[in-house]
């Protein structure tokens, strides 16, 4: 089954359920991948779908900072649970070990030595690790071996 259809039907059976805020959430993302697809006039496919949730997981992290900061818990409360509905459809994450053996490969691939090869390293990784990792920690670990 392909991760539109699953989603289409999560959306049908939250709202047998009447379950508003999770069908507000699947919405949310149906719509996303509703404007990706008339934008770009494409059929997306599972690994289109779930880049449009990591960005829009992102988007959710940021704004969860940002509420705390102005002590708006009603709307931390919202977002991070618009985020663990959206985790629901990624892919299963990789561990630090998987990880780590990804970067150490990637870096003896670019014969990387320096933060000057920090590009090259992460455009071998993105493909691989794409939805399967966090690309901002993924980041902070490869400083710290380039330096």
Known sequence: M???NQINDDMKSAMRSKDS???GAIRLLLSAIKQKEVDERIELTNDNI???IDKMLKQRRDS???FKKANRN???EKEEFEVRVLQEYMPKQLSDQEI???IISAIETSGATSMKDMGSIMNILKPKLAGKADMGEVSKKIKEKLI
């Open 74 to 76: 009603d709307l931390v």
């Open 50 to 52: 779930v880049s449009i």
């Open 64 to 66: 969860i900072e940002a």
């Open 21 to 23: 805020a999770r069908l």
């Open 2 to 4: 392909s991760l539109k």
């Open 100 to 102: 780590e053996e990804f």
